[in-house]
Structure formats: structure tokens, C-alpha cells
């Protein structure tokens, strides 16, 4: 995604979009949807407004408990964490829900907003890396290896890469089989035995899909 030209240069200059923020939070308080969709394009920290963090942060908290998350109740954890104040009180949780157009685009916001993160961290990095290069200390390979790791750090994403499988679908598959093996009748194998009966036991057989990785310190007989 491209950042556009208005957002990441702002009015004054500066490597941030607040109207963009405000629309990823008052999209969240609308819509659960919107929370799951934002909370992998942007990490809490990549807010460039403190307020906006505590207030992702207090939704992160009550969709991980599965309570709702709307301009009350993140008011009242907001309060039981003493930091209302700090954003700005209620009125401006109620005024990021009038703000966002629509909550189907929140996570269009939250890729704006990210971007902007990344830019400021590369700017951050940039800095570092004149100030390493006027200082001309230690080897050149040693100051070059030290640029990079900077603009790596600055560049990393959050955004799960393409084909990354969520936490939750990866337990439920998981509780699923330790279910099935405990319903199963005691000493029966459900995969395919390979003989060796201390294994079986072990992983219950071979299954499809399975990689199975026999690991032991040298001479302790992984080949026997």
C-alpha cells in the first residue's frame, strides 16, 4: 500500500496522521470486525499519538476477554486504569465514532497509520546512521553491518506475512486432537504404527501432514 502524499507529509511536515489514527479507533469502537482487522495491521506502539495507544490498548485488552468494546465500556477500563484524563476524557471517545466515515475502512486507516510508523522509525535509523558515519568509529564493515541492522529493526512489519495461520485456529485444531486421543481406547493407535512401540505411544502414530523430528544429543541412539 502507498501511503498518500497528504498523509505522509501531514500540514506541518511531520511523519504522522492524526485524522487516520482517530479513524482506526472510532472504527474499533463501532465494530468488532474492524478490531480484528486493525490489530494485525498496527501495533499498539506504532500510534505516533500516547493518547491513541492507551486507547487501542484498553480495546486490545477487552476484545482479548470478550467483553465489548464501544465508547462506554472503554471509558470505564480507561478510568479503572486512571488514564481517561489522559485521552482527552469520554467526549473525545464518543467524538472518534463521529469521526470515521465508515468502520469498514478502518483497517485502510490502520495501513496509513502503520506506514507512517515505519517512515519515522527509517527517519530515526537515518540519524543514527550519520551519526555513526561522522563519528567514523570502529571498522567500516562493523559500521555497515550496524546501518543495516537499524533499517531492518526500522522496516520490520506487523502485519502477518501471507499464509500465516492465526494463534486461535492453530489451539482449536490442537484441543481438538488431545480431545480425540482422550476419547480413545486405551492402547489403540489412530495413526500409522511403525513398529516401534515407545514411539507409537509417543505421537499415537503417523498421521498425515505430520513432521515428526527426532532430536537427542550425539551418541544418545537416534539412528538405532
Known sequence: MTVPAQARAGVDGALHDEYAE???LGGMLLSEDAITDCMEAIKPSQFAFGK?????????DLYAK???????????????RGELNKVGGAAYLHALVQTVPTAANASYYAEIARELAVLRELEKAGRAIVTMARAREGELADIGNQAQSLVFAATEVSAPEEGD???????????????????????????LETGLR???????????????????????GKST
Open 52 to 60: 491513541h495507544e492507551l486507547i487501542y490498548r484498553a480495546v486490545l
Open 165 to 191: 495461520v492465526p494463534v486461535g485456529d492453530v489451539l482449536e485444531g490442537m484441543l481438538d486432537e488431545v480431545e480425540a486421543r482422550a476419547k480413545k481406547d486405551k492402547g489403540r493407535i489412530s495413526g
Open 22 to 24: 482517530q479513524c482506526v
Open 198 to 220: 515407545d514411539f507409537d505411544a509417543l505421537t499415537d502414530g503417523l498421521h498425515p501432514g505430520q513432521m515428526v523430528v527426532i532430536a537427542a544429543r550425539p551418541a544418545m
Open 66 to 80: 470478550g467483553d465489548p468494546a464501544d465508547p462506554l465500556t472503554v471509558g470505564a477500563e480507561l478510568t479503572r
